[in-house]
């Protein structure tokens, strides 16, 4: 079957769908987040992604201004990973690419983490915070089998101490209430001699 314009309908289908795949892909490898302020274009990422509880990554924070690198920026600008009330401040170190830097962590529990920006570039000075990726359970990416969660053990641990306390209770309850009926039985069978 032809258009008016000699191009098939299978021709559309076909680079309609190229163009959703292409889409999808490239959203996919896009998980970084761009801040603007003033004239600054901030990218802020994981350096390997998807990020996992457990493994080694980094911050990658790439700064431009008008499409040209910002250098220089590790002795300015902080960065303060926050994560449930906690705050780990790393070394921002120049990346490999100029106007690229990084700041190396070990991310220990699943979800997500914000970034403090703080400091100054140039003469701008910042205040910002900005979440990454999301980072996930190392089940993700773990083959044939994971090994258990450390929150959900953790979880269990928890609920069978909690048994365990009560289960002492209720033993030394009955401890107590075995001797007060032992001493009660003793007596009646001493006044009944």
Same mark, same amino acid.
């Given at each position: 079957?032809?258009?008016?314009?000699?191009?098939? =309908?299978?021709?559309?289908?076909? *680079?309609?769908?190229?163009f959703?795949?292409?889409?999808?892909n490239?959203?996919?490898?896009?998980?970084?987040?761009?801040? @603007?302020?003033?004239?600054?274009t901030? =990218?802020i990422?994981?350096?390997t992604?998807p990020?996992?509880?457990?493994?080694?990554?980094a911050?990658?924070?790439?700064?431009? +201004?008008?499409?040209?690198?910002?250098?220089?920026? @590790? /002795?300015? *600008? +902080? #960065?303060?990973?926050?994560? /449930?009330?906690q705050?780990?401040?790393?070394?921002l170190?120049? /990346?490999a690419?100029v /106007?690229?830097?990084? !700041?190396?962590? *070990?991310?220990? #529990?699943?979800?997500?983490?914000?970034l403090?920006?703080?400091?100054? !570039?140039?003469?701008?000075? =910042?205040? @910002?915070v900005?979440?990454?990726e999301?980072?996930?359970p190392?089940?993700v *990416?773990?083959f044939? +089998?994971s090994?258990?969660d450390?929150?959900e053990?953790?979880s269990?641990i928890?609920?069978?101490?909690?048994?365990?306390? =009560?289960?002492?209770f209720? $033993? #030394? $309850?009955?401890?107590l209430l075995?001797v007060?009926?032992?001493?009660?039985?003793?007596?009646?069978?001493?006044?009944?001699?």
């Amino acid at each position: 079957m032809k258009s008016t314009k000699g191009i098939s =309908i299978t021709a559309v289908i076909i *680079l309609l769908t190229a163009f959703i795949l292409l889409a999808l892909n490239v959203r996919a490898v896009l998980a970084h987040t761009n801040v @603007e302020i003033g004239p600054f274009t901030i =990218i802020i990422g994981w350096e390997t992604e998807p990020v996992v509880v457990g493994e080694r990554n980094a911050i990658f924070i790439a700064v431009s +201004e008008g499409g040209e690198p910002v250098v220089g920026l @590790e /002795g300015t *600008l +902080e #960065v303060a990973v926050l994560y /449930g009330g906690q705050t780990f401040t790393g070394n921002l170190q120049p /990346g490999a690419d100029v /106007g690229t830097y990084t !700041i190396e962590i *070990l991310p220990t #529990v699943r979800g997500q983490y914000s970034l403090q920006l703080s400091g100054s !570039i140039k003469d701008i000075d =910042i205040s @910002e915070v900005v979440q990454p990726e999301e980072v996930l359970p190392a089940k993700v *990416l773990q083959f044939p +089998e994971s090994p258990p969660d450390p929150r959900e053990l953790q979880s269990s641990i928890d609920d069978l101490t909690a048994q365990l306390q =009560i289960a002492r209770f209720l $033993a #030394v $309850a009955g401890v107590l209430l075995a001797v007060i009926a032992i001493t009660i039985a003793a007596a009646s069978l001493m006044k009944s001699r």
